[in-house]
């Protein structure tokens, strides 16, 4: 089966930049996409990279490799309210198919 | 609010019981879709319909049996489970097609005694 591994968790200072990493199995592979979840919350899309390159959203980038099957999720001027679970996700072999990454949580300290 | 509600927000059954999870989305949304996400594991894809039928079945126990009767409306209905089925069950819509934006509800937080 598909697989998108992630480092389990990451700390980073308020006001600060962090990257989040993610490497995928390919085979089919259609793109790779990051949400965001609170706890307690529902996951939120944040962004989507079907070609190779960088895609901006105001302070979050996410940036794609197929090459070396790997993307990353760029947060800058980290705020507290990112302090969050980010997963990565791709559909691969079938477009309806989502399978999730094992999840980074992201604690921002003062 | 994303537009995608879900009841009840938490559920409490015993083994033998029969009980619905209900979604519905105000998007205008033709794909919906149900994940289950257990405690320090990813999401898993349970069942993805596209305008209404049934595309993505993965490998989910007969014990929960999906039901999507138009667009806006899905349900899972539940009966006979096991304690390992207590978990945080989301749905989510999105566009067929635009399968990577997709649009989750709040889920209802399932525990099976």
């Known amino acids: 089966g598909q697989s998108l591994e992630q480092p389990s968790e990451v700390t980073a200072v308020e006001g600060a930049i962090v990257q989040i990493n993610c490497t995928y199995q390919?085979?089919?592979?259609?793109?790779l996409s990051w949400y965001q979840q609170h706890d307690g919350g529902a996951p939120t899309f944040l962004s989507y990279?079907?070609?190779?390159g960088l895609e901006e959203t105001g302070r979050f980038s996410s940036f794609l490799s197929r090459s070396d099957s790997y993307g990353y999720l760029l947060l800058q001027e980290l705020q507290m309210k990112d302090s969050a679970s980010y997963f990565c996700a791709s559909n691969t072999g079938t477009a309806s198919k989502l399978t999730f990454g094992t999840g980074t949580r992201l604690q921002v300290t003062l | 609010e994303t537009g995608v509600t879900q009841t009840p927000r938490h559920l409490v059954m015993g083994m033998t019981n029969k009980k619905s999870l209900k979604c519905e989305q105000h998007?205008?949304?033709?794909?919906m879709y149900w994940y289950k996400q257990s405690a320090k594991k990813p999401l898993e894809l349970m069942f993805v319909y596209s305008l209404e039928e049934r595309v993505e079945n993965n490998s989910v126990p007969s014990r929960f049996s999906p039901e999507c009767p138009n667009s806006s409306h899905l349900f899972l209905h539940l009966h006979t489970l096991q304690p390992e089925d207590s978990a945080l069950y989301l749905c989510?819509?999105?566009?067929?097609?635009?399968?990577?934006?997709?649009?989750f509800g709040p889920g209802t937080r399932l525990t099976v005694l």
């Open positions: 390919t085979s089919g592979f259609y793109g």
């Open positions: 990279n079907a070609l190779d």
């Open positions: 989510a819509s999105s566009q067929s097609g635009a399968w990577n934006e997709q649009f």
């Open positions: 998007l205008g949304h033709n794909a």
